[in-house]
């Protein structure tokens, strides 16, 4: 890819300016109709890159292909996919994204909000990216690299592969999912229409990494029924469910088994909603572990301890459901070693140290996974996603290109 021209970045300061966040709370597919106004972009741009078949399906998933152009019969049809959504978290809209050019390693601080500094010290990823050029927001929204960065890439191997026949490659299926930010990216995708054998999601972080294992996941949804009364007859008979809730949040550990507590391969007990009133409080909880013994566990846990907490309360009650998220794709993806080796092959065809790394978290690939489609997941280079410091380096993304374009070539070569 000497002499050629990246269009990632143009692409991805265009597609960050979409407000494309995704809402938990809803039940619609998607979550938000926004989204769709990103699919559609990306629809009409494969379309001008000459992909006929580019479409966006009425669940707000972009499924397009790119021929095969090796005479080989028998290469695999490999997925490259990233999702259209941004984090619930902060807020997507009206996002100003800046390039900062030619950064010289001093502390960035965004000029919408100057409270919002993004510190070398907090950031050692920085430390690699001295002389590169450094895209943030403005200092009041998300800059959207996760996932758009992956989009933009994803696009731009697409456009270096139609542009380049000569390159040999097998048959490539492009895929883009709504809702993965809140877990549901891949609930209404067909994996027979999109007719892959393995794939690849373009959402990882740091430079070279390919990421091979993720937390399995499991949400919990508790629902405390107390006892209602007037408060002004209330003595000895109200049992306020929110603050049954409450005890229950105050008895959870202050120094272990939580995401500012844990790291590596330690899970969590995460809560992340609680509302109600006084009759009726309905707890949100994320559970997080690299085994399913240890997603039992923590959840046995969180039961005893809802248990306990009840005694004190004899008129009420409480509903504990799980519901399985998505599941460590490691055990899936020691089946097929080729998958991962041949990323890592790529990685290092472009010029990069490649490292294997655990994510302390899910992607979309977690999923499909365990659909019958092994997909571990390449970096796109985002950092520090879901924050207003979010950041991606100019180079970061020119480099995840190339090594896009070289799975496809691997996997011709090793057919």
């Known amino acids: 890819m000497k002499d050629y021209q990246f269009t990632a970045v143009e692409r991805f300061l265009r597609y960050v300016q979409i407000d494309t966040q995704s809402d938990p709370q809803s039940t619609a597919n998607p979550s938000t109709a926004k989204q769709k106004d990103l699919s559609r972009l990306l629809v009409e741009e494969l379309q001008q890159m000459g992909v006929a078949d580019a479409e966006l399906d009425e669940w707000g998933y972009v499924y397009a292909t790119i021929p095969a152009t090796t005479d080989k019969a028998n290469v695999p049809t490999i997925c490259f996919c990233s999702h259209v959504d941004t984090s619930p978290d902060v807020t997507g809209e009206g996002v100003k994204p800046i390039i900062h050019r030619n950064w010289n390693g001093t502390d960035i601080t965004l000029p919408d909000d100057p409270n919002q500094v993004i510190r070398v010290a907090d950031h050692p990823d920085l430390q690699h ?3 590169n050029d450094i895209i943030t927001a403005s200092g009041t929204t998300l800059l959207g690299a996760d996932n758009k960065a992956g989009v933009a890439e994803i696009m731009d191997a697409a456009n270096y592969l139609l542009t380049h026949p000569e390159l040999k490659h097998g048959r490539i299926r492009l895929l ?7 877990g549901r990216g891949t609930e209404k995708v067909d994996i027979q229409k999109l007719g892959a054998d393995f794939g690849y999601t373009i959402d990882g972080e740091a430079l070279g ?4 294992e993720t ?23 109200l ?5 049954i809730a409450a005890d229950l949040l105050a008895a959870l550990p202050k120094n272990a088994l939580s995401p500012e507590t844990t790291e590596e ?4 007990v995460h809560p992340t909603r609680l509302d109600g009133n006084q009759d009726q409080a309905v707890l949100e909880f994320i559970i997080r572990d690299f085994t399913e013994v240890g997603l039992q566990e923590k959840e046995l846990y969180l ?7 009840l005694v004190n309360y004899p008129g009420s009650s409480a509903q504990f459901v799980v519901k399985e998220q998505y599941r460590n794709m490691k055990n899936v993806l020691d089946h097929y070693p080729a998958v991962v080796d041949n990323a890592l092959e790529a990685i290092q065809r472009a010029g990069l140290s490649a490292e294997r790394r655990s994510i302390r978290g899910g992607t979309d690939g977690s999923r499909l996974s365990f659909m019958g489609l092994p997909c571990p997941n390449i970096f796109a280079g ?17 480099k995840a290109v190339e090594v896009i374009v070289n799975v496809a070539t691997v996997w011709e070569e090793r057919s």
């Open 265 to 268: 391969k330690a899970g969590f």
């Open 209 to 212: 990494t390919l990421e091979d």
């Open 303 to 309: 039961q005893n301890m809802l248990n306990d907490v």
């Open 382 to 398: 985002e950092h520090a996603f879901h924050s207003r410091l979010e950041w991606v380096s100019v180079q970061d993304m020119h």
């Open 215 to 237: 937390f399995s996941a499991d949400a919990v949804k508790i629902t405390i029924q107390g006892v209602s009364t007037h408060p002004g007859f209330a003595k000895g008979k």
């Open 176 to 182: 883009f999912t709504p809702d993965e930010e809140v």
């Open 239 to 243: 049992e306020n469910a929110l603050k």
């Open 129 to 131: 990216q001295i002389g």
